[in-house]
């Protein structure tokens, strides 16, 4: 009798202890069903030098992009040599957690080294050497993670704002077919993997119409796309996301998956003209720059919240198109937002923050995703 009594006694306890568990659901499990919740990872996080990194990740998502170690610079810093390590643990690390792997990505502008487009003596290379040279790439890099990566970026952010097709060096020595080539010799290399092209800002109108005059040309000529990527660098104050609703109908119309591949929302004030600007020459205005280094004012996040949670409303409403929503950044302190335009900024554009904790923006998330179930 004691016995039973003391054994109910516990149940009850832990009936009691798990129902007050402060334990969060993960980001993955509250959009199961609608679209894969994916993050950007880096070497930190892959090769466990940040303690909590791996098990926080494999708890909120299910799907990883690596941040920057297969960009050509990484993968293929010289002509020959190939250096896979960091990818392989990436995929390694990935799959042991069942997160689906996105390549990103194979034909790009940026980093990307100068002797790509040069031949032995530093002369321009001819369009059949590029075209030879981009083929090898490809067919190496797709070849090497064949059957484990699910979907690559084979371009990426080839389109001008005004629509144009952007004047870089692929472009220049091989001409327009250089994205045609990218997409066959990615397909030829992995005929089950998924095609994306993928670009910033083509939430905007002209720029969307050249994304979908492109994809259009691919598909015309029967050349393999499976989907196209808005990368979602966005911000407190822009884009409006009615261009972003309607971009996601537009290119839904085209048949192919439309996915969110690096979102984060800046709160920084990020002015047009420091683009590219003179690091020298930015100083002088950093601390006007960098308001939040003490923290982030309730104002602020109040209002992160609020645009977090209304753009996921209408990635939600739109979860028959989307298959993929992948933040660029584990927590605030990872993002690339902190040093990017301008480096050695507080920057917090993510639902979690440096110490792990979800913020206000994470549960207004989760609140949108029990609303539209
Ligand atoms: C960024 C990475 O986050 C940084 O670590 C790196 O220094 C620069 O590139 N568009 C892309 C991404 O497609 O690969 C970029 O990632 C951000 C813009």
Not at 187 to 201: I, S, T
Not at 242 to 250: A, L, N, R, T, W
Not at 261 to 266: G, P
Not at 321 to 335: A, K, L
Request: hydrophobic share 40%.
């Amino acid at each position: 009798m004691k016995n039973r009594l003391m054994t109910a006694a516990l149940i009850l306890l832990m009936v009691i202890a798990s129902s007050c568990s402060k334990e969060e659901p993960g980001l993955k499990d509250a959009f199961e069903g609608d679209f894969l919740i994916g993050t950007a990872v880096n070497a930190t996080q892959v090769f466990g030098k940040d303690e909590k990194a791996q098990a926080f990740i494999a708890k909120q998502f299910n799907s990883v992009t690596p941040e920057d170690a297969m960009k050509w610079e990484r993968i293929h810093p010289e002509p020959g040599m190939y250096e896979f390590t960091l990818a392989d643990s990436t995929v390694a690390f990935a799959r042991k957690h069942d997160m689906t792997v996105i390549g990103h990505c194979l034909v790009w502008h940026s980093q990307i080294p100068g002797w790509v487009f040069q031949d032995s003596l530093g002369n321009p290379l001819t369009r059949d050497a590029l075209l030879e040279r981009m083929k090898d790439h490809i067919s190496t890099v797709v070849g090497h993670y064949k059957g484990q990566v699910k979907g690559w970026d084979v371009v990426n952010e080839a389109v001008d704002e005004d629509g144009s097709l952007r004047k870089t060096k692929w472009l220049e020595i091989i001409g327009e077919d250089y994205i045609e080539k990218a997409f066959e010799f990615a397909h030829d290399a992995d005929p089950d993997a998924e095609l994306y092209y993928n670009d910033y800002n083509n939430e905007e109108r002209a720029k969307r119409t050249g994304v979908i005059a492109l994809v259009k040309k691919l598909q015309d000529k029967g050349i393999r796309i499976d989907g196209i990527g808005i990368q979602g660098h966005w911000h407190l104050d822009s884009p409006d996301f009615k261009v972003v609703d309607e971009s996601i109908s537009e290119y839904a119309k085209l048949g192919v998956k439309v996915m969110v591949t690096e979102m984060e929302i800046n709160v920084l004030p990020t002015p047009v003209w420091l683009y590219g600007a003179e690091i020298s020459k930015t100083a002088e205005y950093r601390d006007s720059l960098n308001p939040y280094v003490a923290g982030l004012p309730d104002s602020v996040q109040n209002m992160l919240t609020d645009r977090y949670a209304e753009l996921f409303r209408l990635l939600l409403k739109h979860k028959e198109t989307i298959s993929r929503v992948t933040f660029w950044g584990v927590h605030d302190g990872y993002s690339w937002k902190n040093n990017w335009p301008i480096p050695g900024r507080t920057n917090y554009p993510l639902l979690f923050d440096r110490n792990y904790q979800p913020k206000p923006a994470y549960y207004a998330v989760i609140e949108q995703a029990k609303k539209m179930k």
